[in-house]
C-alpha cells in the first residue's frame, strides 16, 4: 500500500495557507505585466495570464472550499483556518488583486499601446463614421446569433454557461404581449469574437479594436423595439469546474467522463463578475439567481474576462513590442544524419527546453514507427494538445504493426476531452489503450521503446519533468533525458507493467516511484544530509519545482535545517515552508523566478557528503503527487550530466537577481534587485543556447 501520513497533526505556526501562496504568485505574475523592460504586448500577455489563473484558481481552488462551507466542514488547513474564514481573506485578496489588475490595464497599458497606434476604442470616442461601421456589423454578424430571453413566468433565469459572457437588461415599458417583468438577459454566443478590429481608414491607426461588449451596449435597444432600455450591464459567472467520479459506480471511465464534461460547464457558481456601472437591484438579483454571497462579486472597471485580450498580441504585427523570437538549439551528439538509435547508445542525452528543440523526441518517435527493428512502443500521455505530431507518430506505429501501448490519463484537468478524443483515435488502428489506475493519475512522463539488435531486445526510454505537449515545450523550462541504460530501461518497463496490468510492484533499481517510494525516499535523503550535518560534515539541498506543500516533508527540512544542512528552495509558484524562521528554519531559503519562460523543472540536489546525488522529476512536492498519482524521479547517473543540470537547471536561478523573488516567514515576497551585474537565469541560457537575448 502506498505510504500515507495518517492524520498526522502538524503545528499551523510552521505552514504558509496554500491558497494565501497561490494569490501571492499572482501577484508576481502581476508584476511582470507591470514591469516596463518587459516588452509591451508581452505585457499585456502576462496581464491576460492572470486572469486566466484566477479563473483557474476559482473553478478549482475556491470551488472545494465552497464546497466544504456547504457541507458544514470544520477541518483546518495547515496554518489553521477553517473555510469560511479562508474564504473571506480570499475574497478580499482578490478584490485587491483585480482592483491592480484592472488600474493597470485601463491606466498604463491600454493608454501605452495606443501611444504606438493599438487604439481600443470605447463607444463613448466613436465617430459617425465609426458608429455607423459597428452598427452595419452588429445587424450582420452579431443580432442573427443572439437570443435575448425575457424574465417573466414563462421564461425563466436561463441557464448560464460557465465564464460566457452574458449581458443583464434592465427594461421598462410593455412588449407587444402587454409584458413588463422590467429584466432581460443576453447570452454571447461563444462563436462571436469578443474584440473586433475596424477598418485601419475608419481610425487613423494601424489597429483599431472594439469590444464586443461595447458593440452590443451600443444596440441593445434593438433586441427590444419600443420598450426603453434602462441599463444593461455585462457580467460573467465562474463554476465548479472540478470532476468527481465515483470509483465504485463507475463501469467504463471513458464513456462516464465524457457524460460528465457536459455538466462541467454546469457546475455550482463560485465567483460572479460584473460591470462596475451595475445597479445595485440587479446586483442583488443576479446574485440571488446563483446562490451567492456579497464576497463572491467582483465588480470590475472594463471587459469582464480580460483573457480574451490575450489574442490582441498574435493579430499585431510589430516585433519590436514582443520578445525576440529564437530558434531551439539542437543538443549537442545529435547528428541529423546519424542514426538517433546509435547516438542514444554512445551517449545518454539531456534535452533542455524551450532553449533547446524538443524534436529529439519527436524524432525518436518517428523513427520508431519507421524502423522496422522497432518491435514495441509505450508511452504516458497526460496533456499532448488537440493537435500532436507525437500523437500521429503513434497512430503510424500501430498502423506498421508496432506493439503500442499508450497510458492515457483522461483525468488530466481541462484536458480531458482531447484525451478521450486520441484514445478513440488510438484504439481504432489497434493501440492498446489503458488509463493507468483509477484514483491514481498517471502524471509521469515516460516513453519506452524496444528494438531488436544484435544480441537481442535492446529498451530506449525517455524520461521527462514536462508534459509531452510540443507547443508548451517552447515556453516551458523542462529537462528530458534520452537514455539506453539497460537498468533505467527495466526500471520503466516495471513502472508500465503496473500501469497495464495486475499484481504487486516490483522493486526498481533507480527510480523513485509515487505512490510507493518517492516520498519516503525524498524525506530518508533529507534525513541523510542532516545525520552528516550532525556529524560536522558539510549538508546542502537544493530543490526546484512548481510547488511545495506536503507538510511532513516540510518538516524534515526544517529538522535538517535545524541540524545545520544549508537548503535552497527555488519554488515557482506556491510555498507552505516559512523560510528564516529562528530556530526552525535558519538555514533555508526560498525564492521564486518569473519570466519571459514558465518555470516547470523539479530538480532535487542532495550533497551526500560529497557523492551529489540528483534526481530529475515529473513531481512536485505536494500531497497529491506523493500519494495520489504515478510519478517518477530518475537520477542522472552521468557525471558531465549531472554537472550540466547543476549549471543550467539550478545555478543560474540560485544567482538571479533580476526575476527572482525572495520569500520571508510572512508570505512576503520581495523582488531582488541588481545592485552591480544584472543576472537573469531566463537571459543567460537563451543566450548560452541560441545567441537571443530576452527582448
Not at 498519482?629 to 539550478?650: Q, S, T, W
Request: glycine fraction near 6%.
Amino acid at each position: 500500500m502506498p505510504h500515507i501520513h495518517a492524520n498526522r497533526q502538524f503545528s499551523s505556526e510552521h505552514f504558509i495557507n496554500r491558497e494565501l501562496s497561490l494569490l501571492q504568485f499572482q501577484r508576481r505574475v502581476l508584476a511582470q505585466a507591470a514591469d516596463p523592460a518587459v516588452p509591451l504586448l508581452e505585457r499585456l500577455r502576462f496581464l491576460c495570464i492572470v486572469s486566466s489563473n484566477l479563473d483557474e484558481f476559482f473553478e478549482v481552488r475556491v470551488a472545494g472550499i465552497k464546497e466544504q462551507q456547504r457541507l458544514g466542514s470544520v477541518t483546518l488547513t495547515t496554518d489553521g483556518l477553517n473555510p469560511s474564514a479562508l474564504h473571506r481573506v480570499i475574497s478580499r485578496e482578490v478584490h485587491s488583486i483585480i482592483t491592480e489588475q484592472y488600474n493597470l490595464l485601463n491606466n498604463t497599458i491600454l493608454p501605452a499601446l495606443a501611444a504606438e497606434g493599438i487604439v481600443f476604442l470605447r463607444r463613448s470616442v466613436w465617430t459617425d463614421a465609426q458608429h455607423q461601421w459597428a452598427r452595419d456589423y452588429f445587424m450582420r454578424e452579431v443580432m442573427p446569433v443572439l437570443t435575448p430571453i425575457g424574465l417573466d413566468p414563462a421564461h425563466p433565469f436561463p441557464r448560464v454557461l460557465n465564464k460566457s459572457l452574458n449581458f443583464a437588461v434592465e427594461l421598462e415599458g410593455r412588449d407587444a404581449f402587454g409584458r413588463n417583468s422590467g429584466a432581460a438577459i443576453v447570452q454571447a454566443p461563444r462563436a462571436l469574437p469578443r474584440v473586433i478590429r475596424l477598418p485601419e481608414e475608419l481610425t487613423g491607426v494601424d489597429y483599431g479594436f472594439v469590444f464586443l461588449s461595447s458593440m452590443l451596449h451600443a444596440h441593445v435597444g434593438e433586441l427590444f423595439e419600443g420598450m426603453n432600455v434602462l441599463g444593461c450591464y455585462q457580467f460573467r459567472v465562474t463554476r465548479n469546474s472540478d470532476m468527481f467520479v465515483d470509483e465504485e459506480e463507475v463501469k467504463d471511465l471513458r464513456a462516464t467522463l465524457k457524460g460528465e464534461l457536459q455538466q462541467r460547464h454546469f457546475g455550482d457558481a463560485v465567483r460572479l463578475e460584473i460591470a462596475d456601472n451595475c445597479s445595485e437591484a440587479m446586483a442583488s438579483f443576479l446574485m440571488k439567481q446563483f446562490a451567492l454571497c456579497r464576497e463572491d462579486v467582483y465588480r470590475v472597471p472594463g471587459m469582464v474576462n480580460p483573457v480574451r485580450l490575450n489574442q490582441v498580441p498574435d493579430w499585431v504585427e510589430r516585433p519590436d513590442l514582443k520578445y525576440r523570437p529564437f530558434l531551439p538549439a539542437r543538443p549537442k551528439g545529435l547528428d541529423k544524419q546519424e542514426n538517433i538509435f546509435s547516438a542514444i547508445r554512445r551517449n545518454d542525452i539531456l534535452l533542455h527546453h524551450p532553449f533547446q528543440s524538443f524534436e529529439p523526441v519527436i524524432e525518436l518517435l518517428k523513427a520508431a514507427a519507421d524502423d522496422p527493428k522497432v518491435v514495441a512502443v509505450k508511452m504516458t500521455v497526460y496533456r499532448t494538445g488537440t493537435d500532436s505530431v507525437l500523437m500521429e507518430h503513434l497512430i503510424r506505429a500501430a498502423q506498421k504493426g508496432k506493439e503500442v501501448t499508450v497510458v492515457l490519463e483522461l483525468m488530466a484537468r481541462f484536458d480531458e476531452e482531447a484525451n478521450i478524443n486520441w484514445a478513440a483515435r488510438l484504439e481504432e488502428v489497434g493501440a492498446h489503450v489503458v488509463y493507468g489506475v483509477f484514483g491514481y493519475k498517471t502524471h509521469s512522463k515516460l516513453l519506452l521503446l524496444v528494438r531488436r539488435e544484435e544480441g537481442g531486445l535492446k529498451r530506449y526510454a525517455h524520461l521527462g519533468t514536462g508534459n509531452y505537449h510540443a507547443r508548451t515545450t517552447r515556453f516551458y523550462t523542462d529537462f528530458g533525458l534520452l537514455t539506453a541504460n539497460e537498468e533505467i530501461g527495466a526500471d520503466v518497463a516495471e513502472v508500465f507493467k503496473q500501469l497495464t496490468g495486475l499484481g504487486q510492484a516490483g522493486k526498481l533499481k533507480h527510480l523513485w516511484q509515487a505512490p510507493f517510494t518517492l516520498q519516503p525516499n525524498v524525506v530518508a535523503a533529507i534525513h541523510e544530509e542532516a545525520e552528516i550535518a550532525r556529524a560536522g560534515r558539510k549538508g546542502r539541498i537544493v530543490i526546484k519545482m512548481n510547488a511545495l506543500l506536503e507538510p511532513e516533508t516540510i518538516e524534515a527540512l526544517y529538522a535538517a535545517s535545524q541540524a545545520g544542512v544549508e537548503i535552497e528552495v527555488i519554488a515557482r509558484s506556491v510555498c507552505a515552508l516559512k523560510p528564516g524562521v529562528p530556530g526552525l528554519s535558519d538555514n533555508i531559503r526560498v525564492r521564486s523566478v518569473v519570466g519571459r519562460f514558465l518555470e516547470h523543472h523539479r530538480i532535487f540536489y542532495f550533497h551526500a557528503d560529497g557523492a551529489e546525488k540528483l534526481y530529475l522529476s515529473s513531481a512536485d512536492w505536494m500531497e497529491r503527487n506523493f500519494f495520489k498519482r504515478i510519478e517518477v524521479a530518475f537520477p542522472i547517473l552521468d557525471p558531465k550530466i549531472k554537472r550540466r543540470v547543476m549549471k543550467e537547471g539550478l545555478r543560474p536561478y540560485l544567482g538571479d537577481n533580476c526575476q527572482a523573488w525572495e520569500l520571508d516567514a510572512d508570505n512576503h515576497y520581495r523582488r531582488k534587485n541588481p545592485r552591480t551585474t544584472r543576472r537573469s537565469a531566463q537571459e543567460i541560457l537563451l543566450k548560452e543556447f541560441t545567441g537571443t537575448s530576452i527582448g
